[in-house]
């Protein structure tokens, strides 16, 4: 199986010119869902990557004191708060007519991100395996999500989904500890798991693995300073941003990779290990723009 490097000139296959014509929704509506009683930037980061990365909307469902804060961080973002502290089953219908309102508005050019902040208690866990079983939107699965599929693998087979798992998570997913892999293996480990599932995996690295199981693509942007806490959470909300504009999985997750790491490695270059999460934030823009 053939494999290459995300190059540059690639995100013009993303970034294309947009028609004079063009209006609200035509570029996606990313759905956020994340957030406890205790985490709130999560949530946040990914829906203004999502914005930074050209999507219309970003609309964040979240538990009502992180959606309350989450409402504070920018006026781009809409937050929607739900009557807990954590999510759980009671608060599936809300989200799900909340997706499907969204599908409604923007002609389905809609996304899903979730994860991000939600914690792992199991009554969460359970919430978020409901949530993905029932959605036929694309959706990208992160953070503590992946924990929710770990004994439920089969509600991801054959979706558009994105799995963004790190090294560790993956193993909760897979089963397999690639730690201590060569680079060629961890390739074949992910690139078999993608194709068993029929799902897309971005696995998190000193190289990054994306793979539908038929096709690789590695990704070699980014730099050490990027360790910091919410760094994950802008590139989930990169490829979630794609996925709403209709950008097909294995492409929006290169994609995303190649952008989040080239914002974090300019970011380093002025403020080096002073790199935050929202700094790639504000870089995404300025790589976009020189395409």
């Known amino acids: 199986m053939k494999k290459r490097f995300f190059r540059k000139k690639d995100l013009r296959k993303i970034f294309k010119k947009r028609e004079k014509s063009a209006h609200k929704y035509d570029f996606g509506y990313v759905i956020v869902v994340g957030g406890s ?7 946040a980061f990914g829906a203004l990557a999502a914005l930074r990365a050209g999507a219309d909307l970003s609309l964040v469902v979240a538990p009502k004191r992180s959606a309350d804060i989450i409402a504070g961080f920018s006026p781009d973002l809409i937050a929607y708060p739900l009557s807990c502290d954590d999510i759980s089953l009671n608060e599936v219908p809300t989200i ?8 409604r508005v923007s002609q389905r050019k809609v996304s899903l991100l979730i994860g991000g902040g939600l914690g792992r208690d199991e009554k969460t ?3 978020v395996r409901e949530i993905l079983k029932k959605i036929d939107i694309p959706a990208v699965v992160d953070a503590d999500a992946l924990y929710a599929i770990e004994q439920k693998k089969e509600i991801i087979k054959e979706k558009d989904f994105i799995l963004t798992p790190h090294l560790f998570e993956f193993f909760v997913v897979s089963g397999k500890n690639l730690k201590n892999f060569p680079l060629e293996k961890k390739i074949e480990e992910t690139k078999n798991f993608a194709r068993d599932f ?5 696995l998190k690295g000193e190289v990054d693995i994306i793979t539908n199981g038929k096709e690789i693509i590695l990704n070699k942007t980014g730099c050490p300073e990027m360790t910091v806490g919410g760094t994950g959470d802008v590139l989930a909300g ?3 941003s794609f996925l709403a504009q209709k950008v097909p999985p294995l492409l929006a997750g290169a994609g995303a990779a190649f ?8 970011v380093a270059q002025k403020k080096g290990v002073g790199l935050l999460a929202s700094d790639l934030i504000e870089k995404i823009p300025e790589i976009i723009r020189v395409l």
């Open 96 to 103: 799900l007519s909340l997706i499907e309102s969204a599908k």
């Open 238 to 240: 990169i490829c979630a």
């Open 37 to 43: 009683s205790l985490y709130t930037g999560s949530p």
């Open 259 to 266: 952008l989040n790491g080239k914002a974090g490695e300019k």
């Open 125 to 127: 866990l359970l919430a």
């Open 198 to 202: 029929k799902t897309t995996i971005l």
